[in-house]
């Protein structure tokens, strides 16, 4: 059974760091993406990987996000600086395998002063 779960969420103020965590089981994370979704707005990718290790992330959070991964933990961090009021949303961890993708529940980033 595949698992996928953020965690790492929370409150924090503009200008402030975060790191979230996206850990799986049953599949290792090789293809995988950070999605948010704010309130009343659309799910939106913030960083995606491919199957050749290459990210792509979203203008908005470029040079203020960076996507790293402890393999033998088989998880996924997203390092998240300056943060902005606008970065509040939900963040989800999606990960594909040859079987399909799968979502996270979702952890929560509030930026909030």
């Not at 850990?23 to 659309?42: D, L, T, Y």
């Not at 600086?81 to 399909?100: F, M, P």
């Amino acid at each position: 059974q595949v698992q996928v779960a953020e965690s790492g969420g929370g409150l924090v103020q503009p200008g402030e760091s975060l790191r979230l965590s996206c850990a799986a089981s049953g599949v290792s994370i090789n293809v995988m993406a950070w999605h948010r979704q704010a309130p009343g707005k659309q799910r939106e990718v913030v960083v995606s990987v491919n199957s050749g290790g290459r990210t792509n992330y979203a203008d908005s959070v470029k040079g203020r996000f960076s996507i790293f991964r402890d393999n033998a933990k088989n998880t996924v961090y997203l390092q998240m600086n300056s943060l902005k009021q606008e970065d509040t949303a939900v963040y989800y961890c999606r990960v594909w395998s040859i079987n399909g993708d799968y979502w996270g529940q979702g952890t929560q980033v509030t930026v909030s002063s």
